[in-house]
Each structure stands twice: as structure tokens, then as C-alpha cells.
């Protein structure tokens, strides 16, 4: 079958991939999905799957040849292969950002370098390099790549808890634990005009340090939400970025905002914006990826999410809903416990729940 729609290829089958499928559809854009995983999710929703290894040149090269876009869905793609396909291909987000920010430790050096308040932090490669940091402790010990949902994390309140036979293999940092008053999280799509567009802040509560509801708006003062959207800005314009990005933050006892981490991508805490906007993050992410106009933001609703996550998902399955509740199911192959399975979010200024 031959068809003209352009093609935007996604590395990476995911949730996020999923829904980036969708959005493109909508678009009439056509979307190839790479990834290594046979079993990726986003096949269900995809217009060509591609399955292979990532060391696989000549199905990364066919791959590339094929897509008029290349974008990917999570951030701890080896580089190389970044390199690799944008060498045939324009990659957005431009892969050098992914350098910066898939290491915890050159994602806060490059935040301080724009005057950005992070936490504490110092780089950490033994028991004597804690030892020496102890005014950071309490504190929590991360490894710099490859984390998320708080894996490769470990809390320190003292040395008791650094353990003798910690080989300490890979890279770490340690950040000063904070006393969190909230966490909230700021989406914003640049396209490559320098267009922005800025999603309210978005407040998020984690559980067991996996994200567990995103609600907006976000209980927080003007000053807070002025200050989290120009930081966003800052970071986007000054890493040239095309594309969906959030920044995460945490805010402190005292109502001091810090940067936690950048996610050069669509992003977990934004899939309320589906249903409570005009334009989703992943629809304004296509959109600047691929080169089309940016639509200015409406808002529709205030808007709760609720992950999904391991077995709960069966509580879900065949469930009748309110029509102001949409069930995303991600139709992963198997349950996993501590596995993101799906989410569930509800449009709150309706009349009809
Ligand atoms: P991940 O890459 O797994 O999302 P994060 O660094 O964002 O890792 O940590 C996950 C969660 O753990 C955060 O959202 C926050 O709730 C908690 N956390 C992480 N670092 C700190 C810190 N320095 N102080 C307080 N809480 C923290
Ligand atoms: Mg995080």
C-alpha cells in the first residue's frame, strides 16, 4: 500500500510512544516505532513496528531512511546510536541534549551554570568520597545513569547506612535530601521558531518515589508558577530545543523552588493534558517535531491523574466509567508488579461526575 503521509519514526515502544502514535494519527502523520523490545506496546498503536537491537546498523540505517522525522520516547538511548541514525536523519530533540541530562551529575552542573537552584549535590565514586560529603546526609545516593521511578536509588541518613560491601561500580551522586512541601512539574514544547508553549504547572504526589497523581491546578502562589515557567523557558531556549521537555521540581518547607530533574521528552505527569486541553503534549510534541504551525493552548478543565500501576490494572479492566473519567490501558503484555500499567484521569469541573 502506498501512501503519502509523512513519516515520523519514534525510537523507543513505551506507553509514551503509544500515545505519540495517536497524536501523530490525528495529525495524519504515519509513525514506525523502533525499539528493542519484542513485546513493546506501542505496536498496537504504531503504523510500522520495527523490531531489533540497537547495535544493529544496518536496521538503524534502514530505519532512518524510511522516516521523514525522527523523534524517541525515553531519554537513555547510548548516544551513538542517536549519532548514528541523525547522521541520515534530523533527530528532535537534537541527541546532544541527551548527553547533558542522561547523568544526573552533568544535568545539575548544567543547571548551576544557568544560575538554576538544584539541591545539593556532589559526585560520589566510594565509601570515602560519603565520608567526606557528610553535610549533605541526610541525603540520597543515585546512580548518575539509567534511574527512573527511584531504581539505583538509596537514602543515607548516616554513614551506618553505607554499607561495607557496596562495590560502588557504577557513577553516583549524592543530593542533600530536601523537606518537601510538594513536587510540581512544568511541560513545555518549543518548536523551532522559538515558538513556546507552556502548560500550567502541574502538581504531582509520588508513592514508594514512583509518580502516583497529577492534579491541576497546582496548589501553589502566583509567584511559584511564574517563576517554575520561566525557569522551563530558560532551559529550553538555552539547550536550542525542539520538542516536548518537562522540567521537575521540588518545592521546600520554605517555599523555595529547585530544579530535580529535566526529562527531554513527553512525560508522565503531562497525560492529563489529553483530555484537559485542546492540544495534548504529545500532540504539541508532533507538532514541533515534524514542523507544523503551534496552536495556542485552551484550557478545557481542571484535570486529575491516577497511575496505574502492577495488578490494580485488573480493577480497571471492564469497569464502567463517569464520563468524566478516561482509562488509558497501556495493553502491556504481562503485569508487572511496580509496573506502570496504565492511568485513569478525571476531568474535575464537569457537571457529570
Ligand atoms: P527518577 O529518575 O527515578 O524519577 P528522581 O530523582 O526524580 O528520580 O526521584 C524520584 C522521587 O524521589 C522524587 O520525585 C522525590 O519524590 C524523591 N526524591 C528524589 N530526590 C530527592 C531529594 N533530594 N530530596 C527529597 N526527595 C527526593
Ligand atoms: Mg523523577
Known amino acids: 500500500m502506498s501512501s503519502d503521509k509523512p513519516i515520523l519514526g519514534i525510537i523507543g515502544g513505551g506507553q509514551l510512544g503509544s500515545m505519540l502514535c495517536q ?34 546498523s544496518s536496521a538503524l540505517e534502514k530505519f532512518a531512511k524510511t522516516c ?19 547522521a541520515i536523519t534530523k533527530i528532535n530533540p537534537n541527541p546532544n541534549i541527551n548527553k547533558i541530562v542522561q547523568n544526573r551529575f552533568t544535568e545539575k552542573n548544567f543547571l548551576k551554570t544557568l544560575g538554576i537552584a538544584t539541591t545539593s549535590y556532589t559526585f560520589i565514586k566510594s565509601k570515602i568520597d560519603i565520608e567526606k560529603n ?33 562495590c560502588f561500580s557504577s557513577d553516583y ?5 530536601i523537606d518537601l512541601k510538594q513536587e510540581i512539574s512544568v511541560i513545555i514544547t518549543r518548536y523551532s521558531d522559538g515558538g513556546l508553549s507552556i502548560f500550567e504547572p502541574i502538581e504531582n504526589i509520588h508513592k514508594e518515589q514512583i509518580l502516583n497523581t497529577s492534579i491541576i491546578p497546582a496548589k501553589i502562589n502566583s509567584e511559584i508558577c511564574d517563576e ?19 522540567v521537575e521540581f521540588f518545592i521546600d518547607k520554605k517555599n523555595k ?27 504539541n510534541h508532533v507538532r514541533a517535531v515534524c514542523g507544523l504551525e503551534k496552536i495556542e ?5 481542571d484535570a486529575k491523574m491516577v497511575n496505574i500501576i502492577g495488578d490494580e490494572i485488573n480493577d480497571y479492566r471492564g469497569k464502567l466509567l463517569n464520563k468524566n473519567q478516561f482509562l488509558f490501558d497501556y495493553q502491556k503484555k504481562e503485569i508487572k ?8 484521569t478525571t476531568l474535575l469541573d464537569t457537571k457529570d461526575s
Not at 521523514?68 to 541523525?86: A, G, M, R, V, W
Not at 551522586?173 to 535530601?177: A, C, D, G, Q, R
Not at 512525560?267 to 492540544?279: D, K, R, V, W
Not at 508488579?337 to 485513569?344: A, E, F, L
Request: hydrophobic fraction near 35%; charged fraction near 25%; charge should be negative.
Open 23 to 56: 497524536a501523530a494519527k490525528k495529525l495524519n502523520i504515519s509513525t514506525t516505532i523502533l525499539t528493542d523490545d519484542l513485546h513493546a506496546p506501542a505496536q498496537n498503536f504504531c503504523d510500522a513496528f520495527v523490531h531489533s537491537d540497537y547495535k544493529d
Open 68 to 86: 521523514d522525522y525522527i523523534t524517541f520516547e525515553f531519554e537513555n538511548i547510548p548516544f551513538e546510536i542517536l549519532e548514528q541514525i541523525s
Open 134 to 166: 557528610q553535610n549533605l546526609l541526610p541525603g540520597i545516593l543515585k546512580t548518575c545513569t539509567l534511574g527512573y521511578d527511584g531504581k539505583g536509588q538509596h537514602v543515607i541518613s548516616s554513614m551506618e547506612d553505607v554499607k561495607d560491601d557496596w
Open 173 to 177: 551522586i549524592l543530593e542533600k535530601f
Open 228 to 246: 517554575a515557567k520561566i525557569i522551563a523557558k530558560k532551559i529550553s531556549e538555552k539547550l536550542k530545543y525542539t520538542g516536548t521537555m518537562c
Open 257 to 283: 523552588l529547585y530544579v530535580n530533574e529535566i526529562a527531554p521528552r513527553v512525560h508522565n505527569s503531562g497525560h492529563l493534558t489529553i483530555n484537559a486541553f485542546n492540544i495534548s503534549q504529545f500532540e
Open 297 to 301: 493552548l485552551q484550557k478545557k478543565s
Open 337 to 344: 508488579d511496580k509496573r506502570k500499567m496504565g492511568h485513569i
